[in-house]
């Protein structure tokens, strides 16, 4: 029992090491500032968005999306391997039940024993193993939910945008199918004057070219929402059938004021960055388990027992295992070398995380801003392309200009229709985007 004694006195020496964070540089603020005020990230998704019926498709993905499902059995996965290695810290209590004939030159009747051992064993963590065994075991299995909020953010913002892909989309086809009726009725024109002969083929062709060229763009669009509404299906984990529709595009409005916070928010507020400290954390105290491979293990094992055949014989043994390592240290401190390599990789991706996170505010920054300027540009070239339009006829219908000029402009303008919703669909998805670079749209909703 002394070398037990010596031991527990040891008991201090753990090779538990202390996490500090890696330094990072973190500017004051973003290049492209917007406003002060605490980060929109903080604003919880269901009240971020103002589309209803988008908020009821991002609150069934977040329930029903499988890989996020697949993800969420890993975590509780994770949290049973935490608690399996939870367990190495108290005693572990077996039983075991043996059975015995024998027969000797000295005792010719054959003995019949039956015994009934009951076992304690104890590892005695000197060195802090165990203990940093089950650090490790924590911070990966808080890693892993935080991968799944990681991927909670994700799917919010992917449903987002697939949705307002889709609310463009009809936009779209309302124009096209706008641009295709007021041709038909251009059509029914030259139609007109070509059977009265005050016009030639040419023109009749004209027209009805750039009719067709409307109705395969259509047949592009319908196409187009079909295999989309197939997609966000398999986002929302259902079978393909039509998405829901709530306010149209350019009823899909956010806030003009788009506070930001500070990079500083992004060390505590990003799931990727979050993720990638917890999993350094895990390979930290990895580092201190395998360390303590160098040094001896204690384990004591208590065996109480009784012979089944004669209750009154009774037997017990305290044992004390002293083990550690002789001629394998080279080997021990390969590994131990592993470890403090993987240790610097983890490092380098908390960094790598957190440089990633600075690149996709700043571009989400400049492309909420650049597409600001855009679509200000593309209002103004519509109201242009339409007031050319509708001069352009009128100058044809009285002779001064040719056909070909009228559908030159008139492509003029169902390309300026169709670029102005494209327009706002980046920008709201460009906010989308910021939102999410920020580390917003991973809260569960009460």
Known sequence: ???????????????????????????????AQRTDGPSLA?????????????????????????????IIIGIKQSQLQLEITRAQLYPQLNYAVSAESAKNSILPNIQNSISAVGQVSYTVDVWGRIANQNEAALQAYLATEMAAFEVKATLVAQIA????????????????????????????????????GFISKVDLNQINISLKDIQVTLQALYRGRKQLENGISTVLGRV????????????????????????????RRRPS?????????????RLGATEALKYPNFQIDLNVGAQVLSPTATFGNLLGNLVGPIFNANRINNTISI??????????????????????????????ETFE???????????????????AWVRYAEGATSF?????????????????????????QSVVSLYLALGGGWQQQN
Request: aromatic share 10%.
């Open 1 to 31: 029992m002394g070398l037990a004694l010596a031991c527990l006195c040891l008991f201090g020496c753990t090779l538990q090491k202390e996490y500090v964070a890696p330094e990072v540089e973190v500017p004051v603020s973003f290049s």
């Open 42 to 70: 903080d604003r919880e998704w269901w009240n971020f968005f103002n589309d209803p019926v988008l908020t009821d498709l991002i609150s069934e993905g977040l329930n029903s999306n499988l890989p996020l499902q697949n």
């Open 161 to 196: 945008n697939l949705y307002f892909t889709l609310r463009d989309i009809d936009n779209k086809i309302f124009v096209s199918q706008e641009m295709e009726v007021s041709m038909q009725a251009y059509k029914a024109v030259i139609d007109a004057r070509y059977d009265g």
């Open 240 to 267: 393909p059938k039509s998405i829901e529709r709530g306010k149209k595009l350019q009823e899909q409005i956010f806030p003009s004021e788009l506070p930001v916070g500070v990079p500083s928010d992004l060390l």
């Open 273 to 285: 960055i979050l993720r990638s400290e917890l999993q350094l954390k895990a390979q930290l105290a």
């Open 339 to 368: 470890e403090e390599e993987q240790l610097n990789r983890s490092v380098l991706d908390y960094e790598q995380s957190y440089l990633i996170a600075l690149q996709e505010v700043e571009d989400a920054l400049i492309a909420i």
């Open 373 to 391: 300027a855009e679509v200000a540009i593309r209002k103004e070239q519509l109201a242009l392309a339409e007031e050319a339009y509708d001069l």
């Open 404 to 428: 070909l000029e009228f559908l030159n402009i008139q492509t003029s303008l169902y390309g300026a229709q169709l670029a102005a919703s494209e327009s706002y669909k980046s920008q709201l």
